[in-house]
Each structure stands twice: as C-alpha cells, then as structure tokens.
C-alpha cells in the first residue's frame, strides 16, 4: 500500500512597519540591523501566532497595544512587539526595543512591562 502524504502550503504573512519602528530602530546599534531584519522574516513571516519559546502573546496591555513578542539577539535583548491580522494575513510590527539588565528601552525611552 502506497501512503500518500498531503502537505499544505503555508501562508505567508505581510510584514508592515509602524512608522515609529524606524525611530525604534536608530537607537540600536546598526551591527545588528541584519540580524534584526533576519529575525523578524524568519519568525514572522509564517505562522506569526505560533507560541514558542522566545515568541508569545503578551498577558499585559503595553504602551504600543501589541498582542505578540519576539525576543531574539545575543541573551534575547532584542523585542519586537507586534499584532497579526489573520483575515489580511499582514503582521503589524508596532514596537522595537533593546532589553538592558532588567529594563526595556524603546526609542531610547525606558518601557515598564
């Protein structure tokens, strides 16, 4: 008996950038600007509702109103706060921070979680 295996294609989600994201951004070092781009299209691109270990949903409202959070970079410092809209398949990048010791900074602003 011959087993016939049916794989589905994954959608692939559109990545969109709040305008405050590239303020985010000029305060990270730009060494790191590929590893951030990398970061977010290999884990946003497909299946952005996936719990994993370094990408959940958030279980508090925070400043920017993302419902997801990536964290990713050497010791996870980097966050991308985001939400999915699955009905357009488009994943909101609304927040970008650098976390340092035990504080998160967001455009150079400290953000309490």
């Known amino acids: 008996m011959t087993k016939?295996?049916?794989m589905t294609k994954r959608l692939q989600f559109t990545l969109l950038?709040?305008?405050l994201v590239k303020s985010h951004l000029r305060t990270i070092d730009r060494e790191y600007y590929s590893l951030?781009?990398?970061a977010i299209k290999g884990n946003l691109q497909y299946d952005p509702d996936m719990e994993t270990k370094n990408r959940k949903p958030l279980k508090r409202q925070v400043a920017f109103e993302a419902e997801w959070e990536l964290r990713f970079g050497p010791g996870n410092r980097f966050?991308?706060?985001y939400d999915i809209d699955m009905e357009t398949?488009?994943?909101h990048i609304l927040?970008?921070?650098e976390k340092e010791?035990?504080?998160?900074?967001?455009?150079?602003k400290e953000i309490k979680l």
Request: hydrophobic share 50%.
């Open 4 to 6: 016939i295996i049916v």
């Open 17 to 19: 950038y709040a305008p």
């Open 36 to 38: 951030i781009r990398d």
């Open 79 to 81: 966050r991308v706060f």
């Open 89 to 91: 398949h488009e994943v």
């Open 95 to 97: 927040a970008m921070g």
């Open 101 to 108: 010791g035990n504080r998160l900074l967001v455009g150079g």
